[in-house]
């Protein structure tokens, strides 16, 4: 669990692709859509109405969250949902496919190992297999990113600027439109039931990468 103490740097963990992964190191990211996991009691129907609130508290020590009502809560208190992520001032660290040489001191969590290598670098000589970004442990991790904003919205609202901001198109092309969002955004939400069609609601987190 992340420390409560606000006047302390507080670190989460996020998974990022190999496509992912280069559009950060590459600066063309600076935004990802996470979605936002409603409480199970309210999965079966209604519509829901969020509204961000920068004086909630979360009940988790953490000073913003996202209040959430059901249609079918008439006069009833509202839900309060603390962003899992982490709010402006806060750090992410990537987790990502990785690789590790075997029978190694680095293996057991030395932060200077210098043998650590990525999938996305596209490497396909290193004598290991890969290990899942999951596994990733911090020490390993090469990226860091600053949250600088975020905000509650249905998937569908994205813009073509934000679709930019999330690395998928490149912004000199003419012409531009959601569908590769989509694309990507199916490919890896839409088998969990949460796809392009659905419209879910997200967590819009935009970001900086630290300098090394």
């Known amino acids: 669990m992340p ?56 009940g988790d020590g ?8 059901h249609c079918d809560q008439k006069g ?21 496919t990785f690789s590790l ?6 293996y057991r969590g030395e932060r200077d190992c210098p043998q ?13 297999r890969n290990r899942p970004s999951i596994h990733m442990p911090r020490w390993a991790s090469r990226i860091d990113l600053e949250i600088t904003d975020v905000r509650v919205e249905r998937v569908q609202e994205i813009s073509l600027d934000d679709c930019v901001a999330e690395g998928v198109i490149d912004p000199r092309c003419a ?5 590769n969002f989509a694309a990507l955004w199916d490919s890896i939400n839409a088998k969990r039931g949460f796809g392009w069609e659905a419209n879910p609601w997200v967590w819009v987190i935009e970001f900086r990468k630290e300098k090394p």
């Not at 012409?175 to 569908?179: I, K, L, N, V």
């Open 116 to 128: 650590v290598v990525y999938a996305a670098d596209g490497h396909t000589d290193w004598p290991t």
């Open 3 to 58: 420390t409560t103490d606000r006047d302390a740097l507080i670190e989460h963990p996020i998974i990022f692709n190999g496509e992912m992964v280069r559009a950060i190191l590459g600066g063309r990211k600076t935004q990802t859509g996470r979605v936002i996991k409603l409480p199970e009691h309210d999965l079966l129907g209604g519509e829901y109405r969020l509204e961000w609130d920068d004086d909630a508290d979360c």
């Open 76 to 96: 009833g208190d509202p839900e309060v949902l603390g962003c899992p992520f982490g709010y402006p001032g806060d750090r992410l660290w990537v987790r990502e």
């Open 101 to 106: 040489p075997l029978l190694e001191p680095c």
């Open 62 to 69: 953490t000073y913003r969250g996202c209040l959430l009502w």
């Open 175 to 179: 012409g531009r439109s959601t569908a």
